[in-house]
């Protein structure tokens, strides 16, 4: 008996190890926001090489932001460049990142098992197995949940001024929530839009923030409509065209063109669910040392943080977990933990046809002998750079059957009538024949073109 007990475990041994091999790394830091980027520049100058796995948008909600001016030594600058910043100094100091996202996690025992899906190939899972974890997950933006929000959602309806907002030059939009985010789009879509109405269902803003709130408040094109909550969102099925609102008892039918939700965010921990200790709206318990329940895992910024949520206060966080993770590593004896060798990942991308002018574009579609598929992008939009290498991969896999184009909105008039970011559309013979907006759509869409 005893000896068959040991070549089991010889035949475990043998099987784990190849496996370890492809796919073990020191840390796994899971998002891709400020506070994941700082502790992955952190863990890898402390030399233990982290693979971050990025999630559905690498980022972070700050990416959507256009314009910081509460990072220290950064007077203005957009979410987006201080990503690119803060991503090439955590690369250059040893990251590894990989665009996926964590669908399950097994922390029964250590090394702890990630089972991720490739963004681009979603039928591409696997397990990545590592002794420490950083969970810097964040948050998700809240949907009002009233009639015809799902239905315009895309085509009107959105979470992201920075995306969207320059689709509403001289339109009447709407902002729902009193919040600071409230406040940054109202401040943003005010130099844009001819007209912006604030709907806040309490009789005053939940942001304290009063330099600001003034500022924009006073704007002629800004109108505040307090104990104000939404019935309805309504429309001509392209296009969101109206707003029902309730006010003391009273309904009143608002004609717009747009509605930007700021009513806050829930954190993104439902597969932590029974696997951590959470409070009860979800958010992740830690102690000073920034570890949850599970040894060696922690967690970091807007997960954890129902006060500040701040990307400061994430990349603060960000510091400490990865310095709190390199003191407990130091500590643990090395032959506990498995081997290395994790490897990199090599995407070939090849480029896509970028169009340079607006006749280009259309003697494109005109004349191609095979469908074109073109992906209106702009360059303040971050889901666009999400959607860009699915793009490109997908373009190099049917480059034969179809014309993949890419087309930076900046060339438009109207004719194409792009109201939301990414916008991706199939053209056959001259025609607009489907038409994706969103990045869930587009990918769908492109996984199943052949
Ligand atoms: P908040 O939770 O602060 O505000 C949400 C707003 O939406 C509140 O006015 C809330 O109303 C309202 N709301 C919530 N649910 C609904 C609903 N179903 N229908 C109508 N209204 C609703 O969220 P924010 O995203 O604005 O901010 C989150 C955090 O991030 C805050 O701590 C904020 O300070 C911080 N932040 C800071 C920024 C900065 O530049 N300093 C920028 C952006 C965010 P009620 O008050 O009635 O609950």
Not at 94 to 105: H, R
Not at 403 to 408: G, P
Request: aromatic fraction near 8%; include cysteine.
């Amino acid at each position: 008996m005893k000896k068959l007990i040991k070549k089991i475990f010889f035949l475990c041994f043998l099987f784990a190890i190849p496996m370890f091999a492809e796919e073990y790394y020191e840390v796994v830091v899971l998002g891709g926001g400020p506070g994941a980027l700082t502790s992955a520049l952190y863990l890898g100058r402390f030399g233990l090489r982290p693979v971050v796995i990025e999630g559905g948008l690498p980022g972070g909600l700050i990416s959507q932001s256009h314009l910081v001016q509460n990072w220290p030594g950064e007077a203005g600058i957009s979410g987006l460049q201080l990503i690119e910043k803060l991503h090439s100094q955590a690369e250059e100091n040893g990251s590894v990142f990989l665009a996926e996202e964590v669908i399950d996690v097994d922390f029964s025992k250590r090394p702890y098992t990630f089972t991720t899906r490739d963004l681009l190939h979603p039928e591409k899972v696997r397990k990545i197995v590592a002794s420490f974890c950083i969970i810097a997950m964040g948050t998700r933006p809240n949907r009002l949940g009233v009639p015809g929000e799902e239905d315009y959602w895309g085509k009107g309806v959105a979470n992201c001024a920075v995306c969207d907002g320059p689709l509403y030059q001289d339109k009447v939009v709407a902002i729902i929530g009193g919040g600071d985010a409230a406040l940054l789009e109202a401040d943003y879509l005010s130099e844009i839009a001819s007209k912006v109405y604030i709907f806040i269902r309490k009789d005053s803003f939940r942001s304290r923030e009063e330099q600001r709130k003034k500022k924009i408040v006073d704007r002629p094109n800004v109108e505040v409509r307090y104990l104000t909550t939404i019935k309805e969102i309504g429309g001509n099925k392209d296009q969101v065209t109206h707003v029902i609102v309730k006010n003391q008892g009273k309904e009143e039918k608002i004609p717009l063109d747009g509605i930007f939700l700021a009513i806050g965010a829930t954190p993104n921990s439902h597969i932590f669910e029974k696997k951590l200790a959470l409070d009860p709206k979800g958010f992740i318990q830690v102690g000073r040392d920034l570890q949850t329940s599970v040894p060696g895992v922690y967690a970091i910024g807007d997960i954890i943080d129902p006060i500040y949520k701040q990307a400061i206060s994430a990349a603060g966080d960000g510091a400490k977990a990865a310095i709190s993770a390199h003191k407990e590593w130091l500590s643990i004896p090395k032959k506990e933990l498995a081997k290395k060798g994790g490897k990199e990942p090599s995407i070939n991308r090849l480029k896509v046809e970028e169009v340079q002018s607006l006749s280009q574009l259309q003697k494109i579609i005109k004349e191609s002998k095979v469908p074109v598929v073109a992906d209106f992008y702009a360059s303040w939009c971050a889901p666009c750079k999400m959607i860009a290498p699915l793009f490109e991969e997908k373009a190099n896999e049917v480059e034969k059957s179809f014309r993949f184009i890419k087309v930076n909105i900046d060339i438009l008039d109207n004719s194409y009538h792009i109201q939301s970011m990414p916008t991706v559309i199939l053209f056959k013979e001259g025609k607009e024949v489907t038409r994706k907006v969103g990045t869930s759509e587009i990918s769908n869409f492109l996984q199943n073109l052949f």
